[in-house]
């Protein structure tokens, strides 16, 4: 996702994280500003839109029938979508998904499937043959870095604000009813990505900063501390001791964010 | 479908295989296996029988993707339709394309780069038969099909997984461990470098057994470590004996 950043430009940043400065005025392990607005969007069943920084991405929920996995017969079916929209991004492109999408879709879909925040027994309306399928689709509104945080966040934000159809069997025929119940939630996982640039680790890298790092790790977090899903990019590499830092301020980033959101 | 087993590990602690916990599958890596390629590679890492190959550096096409100080790599992983139990659509499912980025990424750091402005290298990664742990055996096949290229690198790449299954971190996941187990952490490393260059996990793990996993990942990837360095030099000692029967 890369266009030119001056070597200048790169110097100042490099500089000023030696320092334990950023550019913005933010310390290493802060994350910028982060506001969550939920249902905005009235014809899903579920939205939230998340602004990191000056980072805009809208995620909506929707719910329909569909046929389960045969090796999960008894599970409802997670299916997570990202488009990098062309307004977002001089570097976006219109066209089929490419790998940037797919894996920002992936890791969010991840974070969420791996930590079972989705109650999936509960969306079975026949086993075997008809559940509920609970679609998330990501829009990335304005990329201004770290993307895999703010849609991680969005996807949970929207997945907490789903409402899903009353139904009722009428020969065998799913009728949906008059109402809603809240879509059923175990974990609320949260996904917090750390960028290395000369060896230092910062928190919640903005787009300039992206431009400077070599690799990036993000780390889901489960509500109770724990790891449930990971992901290294970027063509640099970590050190093992680098790794488990990551890990440990991963962590505690998580649980700032958990008591500050309420979740 | 495979019926689900009812242990994992069993009273003596021996796996479904008979592999204690912090051993590795039996490993075989052959190096220049395809004539047509610059530098190619074949693994078989337990039941994975994987062929990686190398073009380049050479011209890009399209010629607008090259760039002005650097080599650019490009990186196919793909599994063939009877790799597998189920028949694969051929076409690039969403999983190969992430695998295909995360592997050129676990490759890219090993690579000097900057040697060879304005040209492309291209990885092409077969999966013919799939068991579990691909992406890693994909990586150890791979940086040796760029090595044997003669495409200059800092270090080799070695890939191995660890994992969780029932309540004990494990080395090197198979298919069913990896399906019915708790979690799995794919690490790729520069050896030599002690540099982590691939680094995944889905599951659910403390930070303490996250860390006995990386652990024995790395110790995993020093072995197979050695394993490549044998497979190159056994490579290379054939062509030196060819070269002494001509002269």
């Given at each position: 996702?890369?266009?030119l950043?001056?070597?200048?430009?790169?110097k100042?940043?490099?500089?000023?994280?030696?320092?334990?400065k950023?550019?913005?005025?933010r310390?290493l392990?802060?994350?910028?500003?982060i506001k969550?607005?939920q249902?905005?969007?009235?014809?899903a069943?579920?939205s939230?839109?998340?602004?990191?920084?000056?980072?805009?991405?809208?995620?909506?929920?929707?719910?329909e029938?569909?046929?389960?996995?045969p090796?999960t017969?008894?599970?409802?079916?997670?299916?997570?979508?990202?488009?990098?929209?062309?307004?977002?991004?001089?570097?976006f492109?219109?066209g089929?998904?490419?790998?940037?999408?797919?894996?920002?879709?992936?890791?969010?879909?991840?974070?969420?499937?791996?930590?079972?925040?989705i109650?999936?027994?509960?969306?079975?309306?026949?086993p075997?043959?008809?559940v509920?399928?609970v679609?998330?689709?990501i829009?990335?509104?304005?990329?201004d870095?770290?993307?895999?945080?703010?849609?991680?966040?969005?996807?949970?934000?929207?997945l907490?604000?789903?409402?899903?159809?009353?139904?009722?069997i009428?020969?065998g025929?799913?009728?949906?009813?008059q109402?809603?119940t809240?879509?059923?939630?175990?974990?609320?996982p949260i996904?917090?990505?750390?960028?290395?640039?000369?060896?230092?680790?910062?928190?919640?890298?903005?787009?300039?900063?992206?431009?400077?790092?070599d690799?990036?790790?993000s780390?889901?977090?489960n509500?109770?501390?724990?790891?449930?899903?990971?992901?290294?990019?970027?063509?640099?590499?970590?050190?093992?001791q680098q790794?488990?830092?990551?890990?440990?301020?991963?962590k505690?980033?998580?649980t700032a964010?958990?008591?500050?959101?309420?979740? | 479908?495979?019926?689900?087993?009812?242990?994992?590990?069993?009273?003596?602690?021996?796996?479904?295989?008979?592999?204690?916990p912090?051993?590795?599958?039996p490993?075989?890596?052959?190096v220049?296996?395809?004539?047509?390629a610059?530098?190619?590679?074949?693994?078989?890492?337990?039941?994975?029988?994987?062929l990686?190959?190398?073009?380049?550096?050479?011209e890009?096409h399209?010629?607008?993707?090259?760039?002005?100080?650097?080599?650019?790599?490009?990186?196919r992983?793909?599994?063939?339709?009877?790799?597998?139990q189920?028949?694969?659509?051929?076409?690039?499912s969403?999983?190969?394309i992430?695998?295909?980025?995360v592997?050129?990424?676990?490759l890219e750091?090993?690579?000097?780069v900057?040697?060879?402005?304005?040209?492309?290298?291209?990885?092409?990664?077969?999966?013919?038969?799939a068991?579990?742990?691909t992406r890693?055996?994909?990586?150890?096949?791979?940086?040796?099909a760029?090595?044997?290229?003669?495409i200059p690198?800092?270090?080799l790449?070695?890939?191995?997984a660890?994992?969780?299954?029932?309540?004990?971190?494990?080395?090197?996941?198979?298919?069913?461990?990896?399906?019915?187990?708790?979690a799995d952490?794919?690490?790729?490393?520069?050896?030599?470098?002690?540099?982590?260059?691939?680094?995944?996990?889905?599951g659910?793990?403390t930070?303490?057994?996250?860390?006995?996993?990386?652990?024995l990942?790395?110790?995993?990837?020093?072995?197979?470590y050695?394993?490549?360095k044998?497979?190159?030099?056994a490579?290379?000692?054939a062509?030196?004996?060819?070269?002494?029967v001509e002269e």
């Amino acid at each position: 996702m890369s266009s030119l950043i001056t070597r200048v430009r790169l110097k100042q940043i490099e500089n000023l994280i030696e320092k334990g400065k950023r550019l913005d005025g933010r310390g290493l392990g802060d994350y910028r500003e982060i506001k969550i607005e939920q249902g905005i969007i009235e014809k899903a069943e579920g939205s939230a839109r998340v602004l990191l920084g000056k980072t805009e991405v809208l995620v909506g929920v929707k719910i329909e029938t569909g046929e389960p996995f045969p090796d999960t017969p008894n599970e409802g079916v997670l299916t997570v979508n990202a488009e990098l929209v062309p307004l977002a991004s001089p570097s976006f492109e219109a066209g089929p998904p490419d790998e940037n999408s797919i894996e920002l879709a992936r890791v969010v879909d991840r974070g969420i499937r791996e930590s079972k925040a989705i109650d999936a027994e509960k969306l079975v309306i026949e086993p075997g043959k008809k559940v509920f399928v609970v679609f998330v689709d990501i829009y990335v509104l304005n990329h201004d870095g770290n993307l895999i945080d703010a849609a991680a966040l969005a996807a949970v934000a929207a997945l907490r604000n789903t409402k899903m159809p009353n139904y009722e069997i009428e020969n065998g025929e799913v009728k949906i009813k008059q109402g809603y119940t809240q879509l059923p939630m175990r974990a609320y996982p949260i996904t917090v990505t750390l960028g290395k640039i000369n060896g230092k680790l910062i928190v919640d890298p903005w787009l300039e900063e992206e431009e400077a790092i070599d690799s990036r790790i993000s780390l889901a977090i489960n509500d109770e501390g724990n790891i449930c899903a990971i992901q290294k990019g970027g063509v640099g590499y970590f050190t093992p001791q680098q790794i488990l830092e990551a890990a440990r301020i991963a962590k505690e980033k998580a649980t700032a964010l958990r008591k500050k959101l309420d979740w | 479908m495979s019926e689900k087993p009812e242990k994992l590990i069993d009273k003596k602690g021996l796996r479904l295989d008979g592999r204690k916990p912090d051993e590795l599958r039996p490993i075989k890596i052959e190096v220049g296996v395809l004539s047509n390629a610059d530098g190619s590679a074949y693994i078989e890492h337990g039941k994975n029988k994987i062929l990686a190959a190398a073009f380049g550096p050479r011209e890009m096409h399209p010629k607008h993707l090259t760039l002005p100080d650097r080599m650019v790599l490009r990186c196919r992983y793909h599994m063939a339709p009877f790799s597998v139990q189920e028949r694969k659509s051929p076409a690039p499912s969403r999983r190969e394309i992430e695998l295909s980025k995360v592997i050129r990424e676990a490759l890219e750091p090993a690579v000097f780069v900057e040697y060879y402005p304005r040209t492309g290298v291209d990885i092409f990664i077969e999966v013919l038969q799939a068991d579990g742990g691909t992406r890693c055996a994909s990586i150890t096949a791979a940086a040796l099909a760029l090595a044997d290229a003669g495409i200059p690198m800092r270090d080799l790449v070695a890939a191995c997984a660890a994992g969780k299954v029932g309540d004990t971190v494990v080395l090197d996941l198979m298919d069913t461990e990896d399906k019915v187990g708790s979690a799995d952490v794919p690490v790729a490393i520069m050896p030599n470098l002690n540099a982590v260059t691939l680094l995944q996990m889905d599951g659910i793990l403390t930070f303490e057994e996250f860390e006995r996993a990386v652990d024995l990942a790395i110790e995993g990837c020093k072995k197979i470590y050695a394993v490549q360095k044998e497979a190159l030099k056994a490579r290379y000692m054939a062509v030196k004996q060819e070269e002494e029967v001509e002269e």
